[in-house]
């Protein structure tokens, strides 16, 4: 072999070494990518976890309610249709006689606002909105914080009259 390619070979090592390593040293750890991204998740409330705990003794895990006692959020328009709405039953509840996929139903649902966050509300809203069949809309924590603001003075719940009438 020629001599002076064998003398440049070590040179060439240590600035491909040079190079790999620089390039290695600026490129986000991919451990530390993941611990970000984890991290972000479990930051983020889990709406399948929240129905889980909150809704589904009553309207069941399968979203299907109990016939003429609490009605069903597969496939009803109160869940899937105006999002305000939804949020303002979840903030403030609903008394009385109410029509779902339907049935009359005539009962009270508690209010969730002085229990659960708005990205809590959120994403329940969106798991119910999404499962089951439903096809609704994403809700975001912005869209509940702004509702919640706006309804901050009530304190009763709603009625199925009251929620017809809102625009």
Same mark, same amino acid.
């Given at each position: 072999?020629?001599?002076?390619?064998?003398?440049?070979?070590?040179?060439?090592?240590?600035?491909?070494?040079?190079?790999?390593?620089?390039?290695?040293?600026?490129?986000?750890?991919? %451990?530390?990518?993941?611990?970000?991204?984890?991290?972000?998740?479990?930051?983020?409330?889990?709406?399948?976890?929240?129905?889980?705990?909150?809704?589904? %003794?009553?309207?069941?895990?399968?979203?299907?309610?109990?016939?003429?006692?609490?009605?069903?959020?597969?496939?009803?328009?109160?869940?899937?249709?105006?999002? %305000?709405? %939804?949020?303002?039953?979840?903030?403030?509840?609903?008394?009385?006689?109410?029509?779902?996929?339907?049935?009359?139903?005539?009962?009270?649902?508690?209010?969730?606002?002085?229990?659960?966050?708005?990205?809590?509300?959120?994403?329940?809203?969106?798991?119910?909105?999404?499962?089951?069949?439903?096809?609704?809309?994403?809700?975001?924590?912005?869209?509940?914080?702004?509702?919640?603001?706006?309804?901050?003075?009530?304190?009763?719940?709603?009625?199925?009259?009251?929620l017809a009438a809102v625009k």
């Amino acid at each position: 072999m020629n001599r002076s390619v064998e003398s440049r070979r070590p040179q060439r090592a240590a600035v491909l070494t040079f190079a790999l390593a620089a390039c290695v040293l600026s490129m986000p750890s991919v %451990a530390g990518a993941q611990s970000k991204t984890t991290a972000a998740k479990e930051q983020l409330p889990d709406g399948k976890s929240v129905y889980a705990t909150t809704c589904a %003794a009553c309207h069941q895990a399968t979203g299907e309610g109990v016939s003429g006692v609490f009605p069903p959020l597969a496939g009803s328009e109160w869940a899937t249709g105006d999002e %305000a709405k %939804a949020v303002r039953i979840l903030l403030h509840g609903v008394t009385g006689p109410i029509e779902v996929a339907g049935e009359t139903f005539n009962g009270m649902m508690p209010p969730w606002g002085p229990t659960l966050k708005d990205a809590d509300i959120a994403a329940v809203l969106t798991y119910v909105r999404s499962t089951w069949g439903n096809k609704g809309t994403p809700v975001t924590a912005a869209t509940v914080a702004k509702i919640r603001a706006a309804t901050a003075s009530r304190t009763t719940p709603w009625t199925a009259a009251e929620l017809a009438a809102v625009k």
